[in-house]
């Protein structure tokens, strides 16, 4: 890690776990490595992000980090000053809440900044509950969207949902959403009642987890499925055939 101050500092992308698991059942040791050795770091929350590091390393002392709040209050001219640190020679970590930095999660504007400014980026090996779901699905993994939330109005989602599986059939692509936990179970309903009959669902819940349930079904089959959904972390995914 550099800490030279004749040369700029770089910014590590740093995964977290997908729940309450030991992080070294699913991260790497260069996520200790990088924990161990940087000061500075950029979070969407404070505790969270503290209770991370002491997770990874339990000797490291916590009154010498320096945290920077990366959230949706976070101004645009406060991006700026996150980077001082690298500019000044120091790494600066980036910690996402659950899974990797900068994938549907805060930390892209700031990485987006750090290139103009010449400051290298490394991205860290970690778990995204997006691309393990992805793995598991038996979908199309050469050609998949990221979506992120449908619209909640009833006639908005729909036509969402009709012009994505539309989408899907005429591209071969595998079409990817999250939900708010606690309308996991009304997405499904939907999924379930809009799209045709013969459209694949995967639902991912958990993953990671000693809780994982992970199923590809039809639209169809999954009528005849009941599963607890909510204020659980869930991927949706579905293939239209054509």
């Known amino acids: 890690m550099s800490t030279a101050q004749s040369q700029k500092g770089k910014i ?3 995964p977290t776990t997908l729940g309450e698991t030991e992080p070294l059942q699913v991260l790497p040791l260069s996520v200790k490595q990088a924990i161990d050795n ?23 002392s916590q009154p010498s980090l320096k ?18 640190p690298c500019l000044n020679g120091y790494d ?9 930095p900068g994938i549907a999660d805060p930390g892209a504007d700031v990485v987006a900044l750090a290139h103009t400014k010449g400051i290298e980026i490394v991205p860290l090996v970690g778990p995204s509950s997006i691309l393990l ?12 969207a990221f979506n992120g939330y449908l619209p909640i109005e009833k006639s908005a989602r729909k036509k969402k949902l009709r012009d994505f599986e539309r989408l899907s059939r005429e591209y071969n692509q595998s079409q990817i ?8 179970d009304k997405l499904l309903a939907d999924l379930i009642t809009q799209l045709r009959s013969d459209t694949r669902i995967c639902v991912a819940v958990d993953i990671t987890l000693p809780t994982e349930y992970i199923r590809t079904k039809t639209a169809e089959a999954w009528k005849k499925e009941e599963v607890d959904l909510h ?11 054509n």
């Open 92 to 100: 600066v970590g980036i910690i996402s809440e659950a899974g990797c």
């Open 38 to 60: 940087i000061d500075f770091y950029i979070v969407e929350n404070e505790k969270t992000a503290r209770r991370f590091i002491k997770k990874i390393n339990p000797k490291k």
């Open 231 to 241: 204020k659980r972390p869930c991927i949706f995914i579905f293939h239209a055939v």
């Open 67 to 84: 945290i920077f709040l990366l959230n949706k209050f976070t101004t645009d001219q406060e991006l700026p000053t996150f980077l001082t």
């Open 177 to 184: 959403f999250i939900e708010t936990p606690y309308r996991n």
């Open 12 to 14: 590590y992308m740093i």
């Open 133 to 144: 779901a992805l793995m598991a699905s038996g979908m199309n993994g050469q050609s998949f």
